[in-house]
């Protein structure tokens, strides 16, 4: 079993930073592809940026520019910077990751509990 732990949310003003962490913890024998994703109220979760274990890095339209994601694999970290906050940058979120417990084992997908951020002044 994988835990996937955020942390790094809070409030902050419209174009301000904030930095976000995602510490994956328990069986693991490799990490493959990791995420952030959010949700805002009302609104379906929406892929945010990923990274793959060889450094593949994608990004929605709406924070190319502004966000950074990257990752520390000898702490099974991800970390996505977020710069120039906007009103709209505001929802939960997670953290997800694709995981092989095992050698020779299939990849499983976990989220994160989702770590809240607030864009307001």
């Known amino acids: 079993q994988v835990q996937l732990v955020e942390s790094g949310g809070g409030l902050v003003q419209p174009g301000g930073s904030l930095r976000l962490s995602c510490a994956a913890s328990g069986t693991i024998f490799s990490i493959y592809l990791m995420a952030w994703y959010r949700q805002a109220p009302g609104n379906q979760r929406e892929l945010v940026a990923q990274?793959?274990?060889?450094?593949?890095?994608n990004y929605a339209d709406s924070v190319k520019g502004r966000f950074t994601i990257s990752r520390d694999n000898a702490r099974n970290t991800v970390l996505l910077e977020m710069n120039g906050l906007k009103p709209e940058d505001a929802a939960v979120y997670y953290c997800y990751a694709t995981v092989q417990a095992r050698n020779n084992t299939p990849w499983v997908a976990y989220w994160g509990q989702g770590t809240s951020v607030t864009v307001s002044s």
């Open positions: 990274i793959t274990g060889g450094g593949t890095k």
